[in-house]
T-cell receptor, first 110, second 110 residues
């Protein structure tokens, strides 16, 4: 997984609670991404970062925020989790044209 | 929004047979990539083909690109059980963002 870790790997939370997912990379890549993967939708981009403190929205950013205070860490926060945010979340980095993916976090919102 | 769409959605073949899947996309691109995802894992980059290339090989993988038809195909020859996975095409929406299709799920039967 090219030095990308995600934590936690699994999480069950209740509707309305805040949740933070962490992505950590050891490759010093500039670009980092958060995707969600749902059946029938493939991967959809939530937010991405092009440097420390530089982030931008993807196609499904509503209800999510991100922060990047260090090159190696990219945090995804669900401000108030909803059942529609039950999904598998993947972090990725970019080197050249290739994206490298973490192992994923399975989030269930009950 | 999804740029690429894979066809078929699912494919079941016998070990040793070839597997072919297709990707169609909507707008002009300068490259197209294929990724593999094993069950419960993150995506792994397989191959990149540039817009000025018509065919590219990597081991048992053969990728073609027809820019006039806005389509690409991925052929896996002499399939093995380990090839059981989902396969995604990805096209760049700019220099640092990719758009992924919904994927083709390949099952290789022993």
């Amino acid at each position: 997984d090219a030095g990308i870790t995600q934590s936690p790997r699994h999480k069950v939370t209740e509707t309305g609670t805040p949740v933070t997912l962490r992505c950590h990379q050891t490759e010093n890549h500039r670009y980092m991404y958060w995707y969600r993967q749902d059946p029938g939708h493939g991967l959809r981009l939530i937010h991405y970062s092009y440097g420390v403190k530089d982030t931008d929205k993807g196609e499904v950013s509503d209800g999510y925020s991100v922060s990047r205070s260090k090159t190696e860490d990219f945090l995804l926060t669900l401000e108030s989790a909803t059942s529609s945010q039950t999904s598998v979340y993947f972090c990725a980095t970019l080197e050249g044209y290739e994206q490298y993916f973490g192992p994923g976090t399975r989030l269930t919102v009950t | 929004s999804q740029q690429g769409e894979e066809d078929p959605q699912a494919l079941s073949i016998q070990e040793g047979e070839n597997a072919t899947m297709n990707c169609s996309y909507k707008t002009s691109i300068n490259n197209l990539q294929w990724y593999r995802q094993n069950s419960g894992r993150g995506l792994v980059h397989l191959i990149l083909i540039r817009s000025n290339e018509r065919e590219k090989h990597s081991g048992r993988l053969r990728v073609t690109l027809d820019t006039s038809k806005k389509s690409s195909s991925l052929l896996i020859t002499a399939s093995r059980a380990a090839d059981t996975a989902s396969y995604f095409c990805a096209t760049p929406s700019n220099d640092y963002k990719l758009s992924f299709g919904a994927g083709t799920t390949v099952t290789v039967r022993a």
